[in-house]
């Protein structure tokens, strides 16, 4: 099985594979249809007899869901976290790893390997702390501390992969902006930082999915409904009086999309962070 | 479920000062902790449970009207039940507490009390004539205005008992009997929750009240496990053991919704629950919600009935905006308590008997077509012979004590012991009755 | 300027890891030396009281041992079923393109979607799961209501979820392995297991080494998964110590001890990443 593309495959190979291949599909991808098609199916059809495609389509829970509940609010709030922990993480991670990279300092494998021991941190090792922290400065229960909460597990990502970019790009690229008269900040504004896009592009995308899909943070931090992301909202859905599975599919849906037409777009991307072993799931 | 405390850790400042200089640091990011509200001819600040939509909706039309017609603001904060108790604490600690808030726990109330924070109501209740077991007065006065009941009854399947020729059990043998009858293929007897969480605690143990266990004596001794109460306990034990066949798998796993949506979806063919089954079942599957009927919980020999009680309240806070807080509350519960009522019609079943007679109230459409469930609910919390309790409720008076055991959910794990862990029930019984000991001691 | 910039910058940096790492994880280690009743009382040090609490409880131990288990098998199931669909898909066939991405999909659902997800599939009525099961016969499957099963459950969704990464990194890998070596194996008469087992896997060892080791942390530190299937239960049969450390501080107000199980749990791993480094080194190019 391990051939490169360069084996003759008798049929029946060609028939195992095919027939692997669709049971991985059908493996990763039922549970996600099964969402979506949940979403769209009357109520009725759910509470009875639900086939495996629905009879007919309603849209019916996407109007609930964002006219008569906190939804919408929450779909801010996400959005919000997520993005200012982007923008920070890439302020934060480029200066870290570029000064790692390029200054001749002592232990600077320390600093490195000190981000990597960061990323292992169990998260409550972390959110203990940081709740108290919040409690005692009157941040508890807002956004800001979520994002905060978030830089602890996105900076030393950025910071790793970044270095790593860094560290392969030619150092003649930035003497020769310096000899043609630019400062160390213009050359590596003008010369390093275009040349980096596809590696601040891949820790854009992996903060923004670490942000985006984090519970475990936000339960501990956020109270009020008002400040809740929509995992948080989404979690406690279920836990409400009045079971709505049609407003948590569609609910579910509505914050899965968004990620798998990123992927579609950027999917490079995505294998590139990974293979790196960048992110943390 | 556990998302209880999200108090500040203020006092602890002095201590932790110098471990925690550098999260202070933290401040300098240019946010400041959110502003003191002025005081004096501040709004009314009312901290509201009841999340449904319909609620929600009545709270932001009558907080217009009531600016409207005296120029006080209201504003209403709408959290889950499980987040109300450490929001009002936390208000009181920060200096913004809110006037009147929603408490969905008799123990609750009482800490309140006993501290200082809410006054007494009587002026508001004392009109009128109450349901069982519902004021919880502390020497004569009473400190919340308790809207409804939530009282969880069985639910059961009149096409379902006329197809096998059933009738309404009186006993835990007949109980059972039912249940199985209707166990077929994936439609089932019954769904009762077992897990570790609010919904067992309020559903699954009226059986054992109705059998006439209690949590403690007089003197707030456990005696779950003395002579008397453990062959009870032991005999509910195997009863549920029997049960448990006949209900769909997840029983677990089973909240509020669960058993709700199971009832509605005509999937179980008993189940417990409050009011808001009709409303559901009105709205997603009539054809199910023409054939549910509701039967107290009875005892093992036919002797007794009972139902548990999920009661919420409101409470005033003794703050500088009381007197203004009980203006309102007394336009609230007079003027538009029945709009309330009705934002759950079924659900908010009435705690004052004044309001089962009152036309406004009986002319909503869900009100008339389902009197007769309603008049059964009605008798349950008038009938002195109908027990009313909840595992919050027990002892010899309001207190706090049982409130903890219901949060740590202690009843729930005698009943995982008996079913997943296989113990035997004695022995469930005497693990529940330790672990009550080492709460309560 | 141009002196200044990279000090400037290394000094944000240290600045900001002081803030956001060291300081709460200092903090952290700290408030595990503490007593407070109640969230609102004076905290007393308590010197190791806390730690001592903490070893001598049947919880903790019990908790230890389901984080094993549960780190464990997941990762040998991800590592196991990864590499198996990433040969699969390594091979050409029509439509390659379309299941390689479906099988990425998993990876970008966040944990409470695929919980969710999950829950409604098994619902022991309205599940599709159990109606197909029912449809062929077959007896319902009680997916949390025994002590296995729920580890099994906790430890499938887990699998589900975080497969696409070994996946795909090991399908990247793949595409790195010199097919000259492939010809020469096949040269010598070796069939596709012995060129999976002598020629593949030894060009993939430094990978694997890194994919088993992430993904052992991970699964070691993950707490959603389990706290919003089970919640850690039932009786205590999928509480693990994220579960543990998190209900000790907020739901029985102890954050001295929850602190103390995060700092023991912290070192456990580091002693376990420790040894795997031993048995395992990787080569460093820095």
Redesign the interface.
């Known amino acids: 099985m391990t051939t490169g593309s360069t084996g003759r495959r008798s049929p029946f190979a060609s028939a195992a594979i095919y027939l692997a291949a669709a049971a991985i599909a059908l493996y990763s991808a039922f549970p996600i249809y099964w969402m979506i098609s949940s979403s769209l199916r009357p109520t009725q059809e759910m509470l009875t007899a639900p086939s495996l495609v629905p009879s007919r389509l309603t849209l019916q829970y996407y109007y609930s869901l964002l006219a008569q509940t906190d939804y919408p609010q929450q779909f801010l709030n996400s959005l919000v976290v997520a993005l200012a922990t982007v923008a920070i993480t890439m302020v934060l991670s480029v200066m870290i790893a570029y000064g790692v990279t390029r200054q001749r300092i002592r232990g600077k494998k320390a600093i490195v390997a000190g981000m990597l021991y960061a990323y292992m941190f169990p998260p409550l090792l972390l959110a203990i702390p940081l709740y108290t922290m919040f409690a005692l400065v009157g941040l508890n229960d807002t956004l800001l501390s979520l994002v905060i909460s978030h830089l602890t597990m996105t900076m030393p990502l950025g910071v790793w992969f970044l270095w790593g970019f860094f560290k392969a790009m030619p150092f003649e690229l930035e003497e020769a902006a310096m000899v043609d008269g630019c400062t160390r900040l213009g050359a590596f504004l003008r010369v390093v930082l275009p040349l980096s896009v596809p590696g601040l592009v891949t820790v854009a995308i992996f903060a923004f999915l670490l942000s985006w899909t984090d519970y475990t943070f936000a339960l501990v931090m956020i109270g009020s409904d008002a400040n809740k992301t929509v995992p948080l909202g989404l979690a406690s859905m279920i836990g409400a009086f009045d079971l709505r599975w049609g407003d948590i599919m569609a609910g579910s849906t509505l914050i899965a999309l968004p990620l798998f037409a990123a992927f579609v777009m950027l999917s490079r991307y995505f294998v590139q962070g990974l293979t790196a072993g960048a992110v943390k799931g | 479920?556990?998302?209880?405390?999200?108090?500040?850790?203020?006092?602890?400042?002095?201590?932790?000062q110098g471990?925690?200089a550098?999260?202070?640091?933290?401040?300098m990011?240019g946010?400041?902790?959110?502003a003191l509200r002025a005081q004096g001819g501040r709004p009314i600040r009312f901290l509201n449970c009841e999340?449904?939509?319909d609620t929600l909706a009545f709270f932001d039309r009558i907080k217009a009207e009531y600016e409207a017609q005296t120029g006080v603001e209201v504003v209403v904060?709408?959290?889950?039940l499980?987040?109300a108790f450490?929001?009002i604490t936390n208000g009181i600690?920060s200096g913004t507490p809110y006037d009147i808030a929603n408490v969905g726990f008799v123990g609750h109330v009482l800490l309140l009390a006993d501290e200082g924070h809410i006054v007494p109501l009587n002026e508001l209740t004392d009109p009128y004539e109450w349901g069982n077991n519902i004021l919880f007065p502390v020497d004569g006065k009473v400190y919340w205005y308790p809207f409804d009941y939530n009282l969880s009854v069985i639910y059961y399947r009149k096409d379902l008992y006329e197809k096998h020729g059933l009738t309404v059990p009186d006993t835990w043998d007949g109980f059972v009997a039912n249940c199985e009858a209707t166990v077929d293929?994936?439609q089932?007897g019954c769904?009762f929750p077992i897990?570790?969480?609010g919904a067992t605690n309020w559903m699954s143990f009226a059986f054992m009240w109705a059998e006439g266990v209690e949590l403690f004596d007089d003197a707030w001794n456990v005696v779950l496990d003395n002579e008397t109460m453990k062959p009870k306990a032991a005999a509910y034990l195997d009863f549920m053991e029997r049960l448990y066949p006949t209900?769909?798998?997840?029983?677990?796993?089973a909240?509020?919704?669960?058993v709700?949506?199971?009832i509605?979806?005509?999937?179980?063919a008993h189940g417990p629950y409050a009011g808001?089954v009709l409303e559901?079942a009105e709205r997603?599957?009539p054809a199910v919600a023409e054939q549910l009927d509701i039967m107290p919980y009875m005892d093992q020999s036919g002797q007794r009935k009972a139902v548990s009680h999920g009661y919420d309240g409101w409470v005033v806070l003794n703050t500088d905006n009381t007197g203004r807080a009980m203006d309102f509350m007394r336009w609230l519960t007079t003027d538009r308590l029945i709009d309330f009522l009705h934002t759950a019609p079924v659900h908010f079943q009435p705690t004052r008997l004044d309001i089962y007679d009152n036309d406004q109230w009986r002319s909503n459409p869900l009100i008339s077509k389902y009197s007769g469930q309603i008049e059964t609910m009605r008798r349950m919390v008038s009938d002195d012979s109908m027990l009313v309790t909840s595992i919050d409720t027990q002892g010899p008076h309001p207190d706090t004590r049982p409130g903890k055991v219901f949060e740590a959910f202690v009843m729930p794990?005698m009943l995982?012991?008996k079913l997943?862990?296989g113990l035997s029930s004695a022995e469930a019984v005497d693990r529940a009755a330790a672990r009550m000991r080492e709460l309560v001691g | 300027m141009t002196r200044w910039m990279l000090p400037t910058f290394l000094a944000v940096g240290a600045i900001a890891t002081l803030v956001l790492i060291v300081g709460p994880a200092l903090y952290a280690v700290s408030l595990s030396f503490y007593h407070m009743t109640s969230l609102t009382s004076e905290p007393v040090f308590v010197g190791l009281a806390k730690y001592a609490d903490v070893l001598s409880r049947a919880e903790f131990w019990n908790a230890l041992v389901n984080g094993i288990v549960y780190a464990g098998v997941s990762i040998v199931l991800q590592v196991v079923l990864g590499i198996g669909f990433a040969l699969i898909l390594h091979q050409p066939f029509r439509g390659r393109a379309l299941v390689r991405g479906l099988a990425f999909l998993p990876y970008l659902l966040p944990t409470v979607i695929a919980v969710l997800t999950f829950k409604w599939m098994v619902d022991g009525s309205l599940g599709i799961v159990t109606i197909l099961m029912d449809d062929l016969g077959l007896p319902p499957i009680y997916w949390f209501e025994t002590e296995s099963a729920a580890m099994w459950s906790v430890i499938l969704i887990s699998v589900w979820l975080w497969t696409p990464f070994v996946t795909t990194t090991f399908l990247a890998a793949l595409q790195t392995v010199p097919s000259q070596l492939y010809e020469a194996a096949r040269v010598d008469g070796a069939g596709p297991v012995r060129r999976f087992f002598h020629v593949t896997l030894p060009v993939l060892r430094p990978i694997l080494t890194v994919i088993i080791l992430l993904r052992g942390v991970w699964m070691f530190n993950k707490f959603d998964v389990i706290w919003l299937t089970t919640g850690g239960g039932p009786i205590g049969a999928t509480e693990h110590l994220p579960i543990l450390s998190y209900r000790t501080a907020f739901a029985l107000f102890d954050i001295g001890a929850g602190a103390a199980i995060a700092t023991i749990s912290f070192l456990f791993l580091s002693l376990a990443v420790f040894l795997y480094f031993r048995a395992f080194p990787m080569e460093d190019d820095a």
Request: hydrophobic share 35%; charged share 25%; no cysteine.
């Open positions: 479920m556990t998302d209880i405390t999200k108090t500040g850790l203020v006092t602890r400042r002095r201590v932790l471990a925690s550098l999260g202070l640091g933290l401040a990011t946010v400041a902790a959110p999340t449904g939509r904060d709408s959290v889950p499980g987040e450490t929001k600690r293929g994936r089932k769904l897990g570790s969480n209900m769909p798998p997840g029983a677990i796993q909240d509020y919704a669960t709700l949506s199971n509605v979806g005509g999937t179980i808001r559901a997603d599957n794990e995982q012991d997943i862990r």
